[in-house]
């Protein structure tokens, strides 16, 4: 109970200081528009709204969350705030969880929005809302953790984002997000295939078209896998770098 009680207002203050905040709201708003936007207008005549509705979503995720647990972790840690919750009688795998927690639902609110603009105006047809959920979870969890993993080799605000946008940039072109990784040369395939994003993006364009590069079960595994080794690589880099 105790913990619970613990998760649960680590949660609510992270929500409260961070992730409710009018600017970033906004900003989850606004970025999957200005991307709609700019595709719309790139591909008047040959936009069509099941190929970009893939890559517009997994883009709100991996941004979103991303940048802010880069804001969180590295601002927290500076000011010592982190490092007084590390004293707190809960364990570092449930303090890490309730930490993450915040950026998992921004980052899935984040997808809410080109989803429903591209469902209600748009008229994307998704054949399978249950694979589209689970995929946009799934991505939201694998993106956090991936800048949770990023951020603690930082002391700076900046230098989290930068690190952020040296793995972010690049997944934008190798991880099927826009264009498919069919398409890319032969000897840059394998680093689409060894990027998380690339089964988080695959497994959403499924529940839009049931025509995928991998069978959706197989994304799920290894989104799963990703997910559980990124979280416990970051658990050992926080014991190794802030406790020991």
Known sequence: MKSLIAF??????????YYLKPPNISWGIIFPFAWMLMMLIKTQSTFDINNVFPGIVAMSILFGTTSMLAVTITFERKSRSFERLLLAPISTE?????????????GIFNSLIPVLVSVLYFKATVLNWQLLFIGITLLSIVSTLLGLYISV?????????????FFRFPMIFLCGLFYPISALPIFIRPLSYILPITYGVDLIRYSLRQNNAFPHVLDIMILVVFSLLLFFLSIFNIKKKWIY
């Open 8 to 17: 649960y207002n680590i949660l609510r203050k992270d929500m409260i200081n």
């Open 94 to 106: 449930l303090l890490v969880l309730a930490k993450i927690a915040g950026a998992i639902f921004f």
């Open 153 to 165: 080799a930082a002391k700076e605000v900046f230098e989290a984002q930068t690190y952020s946008n």
